[in-house]
């Protein structure tokens, strides 16, 4: 289904976490976010505010939001084209990238998985994209791909770009002037208030980060108003949060102290 990261926040985010609390029986839960999974949670928190008095501790990993100064040199070289993209992709039935067994699977086995040294290459392609970093092992990378690389829809790579060139603002897809007249009764898509969010918010970002950079975490760290805490980790780049060979001692033990105190009730996105 070819919907924005908008959709996710506001319609999957609210009802898994009545899904979780209805089936356990329990008032809050605390939730683990790495990357979009904290933007669409910061979308559900504005959108239903009464979402926060149900969340014990939120725990942003590498959080997205303003995505004003990500330095991705190729990704950024596109998204002054990102209109003609998506509409050409459309108009072709093109509605998702590197979706799961389809293209990006095989892409990826025949590219990657075949040698250490095609791991290697490709373990060097994601530092390019998402920053440099010395703590992903090699052998690990077919495991890397089954399990993280899903693919997503055209909407949600339009509004990463849309962000970008927005500025430092975390808004919703812009459908152009006519579209938001109709959905939003104003020309422009409208920006989502991180300052309504009152869940309390513990932040963990990295020092070597090209998608979510130490200015845009700044910016976010600016905007929320209920925050308990956050770190900066220098050495971190986007994907060592996941797959880092040191992400227990310097990232998880951390975690798992936040999340031992009140409510051991807990969801990972």
């Known amino acids: 289904m070819n919907q924005s990261f908008g959709n996710s926040g506001n319609s999957d985010i609210p009802s898994m976490i009545d899904y979780i609390l209805k089936e356990t029986g329990q008032p809050k839960l605390s939730y683990i976010g790495h990357s979009l999974g904290c933007g669409v949670f910061f979308i559900a928190m504005v959108k239903h505010p009464e979402l926060n008095e149900k969340i014990e501790i939120m725990v942003a990993l590498a959080p997205l939001s303003s995505f004003a100064h990500f330095t991705t040199e190729f990704l950024r070289v596109l998204t002054p084209f990102t209109n003609h993209i998506e509409v050409a992709l459309n108009a072709v039935g093109v509605h998702g990238w590197l979706d799961s067994e389809g293209f990006g699977d095989r ?25 440099p970093s010395e703590n992903l092992d090699p052998t690990l990378i077919p495991l890397f791909d089954a ?22 603002v975390f808004q919703a897809y812009d459908f152009g002037r006519k579209g938001n007249l109709l959905r939003y009764g104003s020309i422009k898509p409208f920006e989502y208030h991180l300052g309504n969010i009152t869940a309390p918010i513990y932040v963990f970002s990295g020092g070597r980060d090209r998608l979510v950079t130490p200015m845009d975490v700044d910016w976010l760290l600016s905007k929320l108003t209920n925050m308990i805490g956050s770190e900066r980790i220098s050495d971190y780049s986007h994907l060592d949060f996941i797959w880092g060979n040191d992400v227990k001692e310097k990232l998880y033990d951390k975690v798992i102290a936040l999340l031992s105190s009140p409510s051991p009730l807990f969801a990972s996105i």
């Open 107 to 131: 892409f990826l086995e025949v590219i990657c998985e075949q040698t250490y040294i095609q791991a290697r290459y490709c373990k060097n392609w994601f530092r390019a994209v998402v920053g």
């Open 147 to 168: 399990n993280f690389l899903r693919g997503t829809s055209v909407k949600v790579i339009a509004q990463f770009a849309q962000n970008y060139n927005a500025g430092n």
